[in-house]
């Protein structure tokens, strides 16, 4: 049986994934933060039934949607997509180091090791024109990292990631990368392409229904870590992407874009791009 990609199957596996990352499941949120959230949050809702009528109609569409969501396992793309962008932009604000944006639902920890320099693993006819990509990482005074952790993951070319759509080998364009002493590396891939979130389920149900679209710019995930400075989470989009202004996800930032040059071989595209952490 040959397998697709669904929203379902990506929703699903998106949830799975979550719950077995959370290691922070026993955190307590105290009865004073959840009583004030939970309320402003209830408040603009009815803010918004009054301001607008809102039907038994639109009332019980949104309960059948809602039910949907969490049936397919949306979740995390919903939150991701529409709200993850003002979590992050209110915990980096101060940050003095490189820009970062959200994670969104298809980070998967543990990818292969690759060393200081290498290819992310992938498929022998992987679709994409080689992107090279080296950069260094330093902290916000200027001293080289060496052995930061850089972790990259994109989309193939049809958009699909890796453990999140079948028929792709396990860590396909999922590689760590552990930066020399002076705290460089390199990677090699493909380039990303544009890229639509899936459209057939509930939250590209809301898509269609409002007359939105469902693209992202193509963009290459980032995670950097070294001991002593705070993660870095951030994606690196493309110029001229005719999506850099209307992201689906809210997630471009002028300070997260590649400066892409011709390889010297002419074969494929250069990239320099270089990380700053803040210390903890
Ligand atoms: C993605 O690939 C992504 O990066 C985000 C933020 C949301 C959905 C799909
Ligand atoms: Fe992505």
């Not at 529409?82 to 980096?92: C, K, Q, R």
């Not at 002076?182 to 149900?205: K, N, S």
């Not at 469902?214 to 005719?242: C, M």
């Not at 999506?243 to 071989?265: C, G, R, W, Y």
Request: aromatic share 8%; hydrophobic share 40%; with cysteine.
């Amino acid at each position: 049986m040959t397998q697709t990609a669904s929203a379902a199957k990506t929703g699903a596996s998106a949830t799975e994934r979550f719950k077995a990352d959370r290691t922070d499941g026993a955190t307590v949120t105290s009865t004073d933060r959840v009583d004030l959230l939970a309320r402003e949050v209830l408040a603009g809702v009815h803010e918004t039934v009054r301001r607008n009528h809102v039907t038994y109609d639109e009332y019980n569409a949104l309960k059948a949607w809602l039910i949907n969501v969490g049936e397919t396992g949306e979740w995390p793309l919903f939150l991701d997509v529409w709200l993850e962008h003002v979590v992050e932009e209110v915990n980096t604000a101060h940050r003095e180091g490189s820009k970062g944006t959200i994670e969104g639902p298809f980070y998967v920890p543990g990818a292969p090791e690759m060393g200081p320099r290498g290819s992310v693993p992938m498929r022998d006819d992987e679709a994409g024109s080689p992107l090279a990509w080296s950069g260094q990482v330093t902290s916000v005074d200027g001293a080289p990292l060496g052995g930061a952790v850089v972790e990259i993951w994109h989309a193939d070319s049809d958009g699909f990631y890796s453990q999140f759509a079948p028929g792709i080998p396990e860590w396909n364009l999922r590689g760590t990368f552990e930066a020399d002493d002076d705290g460089r590396f390199e990677v090699t891939t493909v380039m990303p392409a544009p890229y639509q979130i899936p459209t057939d389920g509930p939250c590209g149900a809301l898509i269609s229904a409002a007359g939105w679209h469902a693209w992202r710019p193509a963009h290459i995930h980032v995670k950097v870590s070294h001991p002593g400075s705070q993660l870095l989470t951030a994606q690196l989009y493309f110029p001229n992407d005719e999506h850099n202004e209307d992201d689906i996800a809210s997630a471009v930032k002028p300070e997260l874009m590649f400066a892409p040059q011709d390889a010297v071989d002419g074969v494929g595209t250069v990239v320099e791009y270089d990380f700053v952490l803040d210390p903890t």
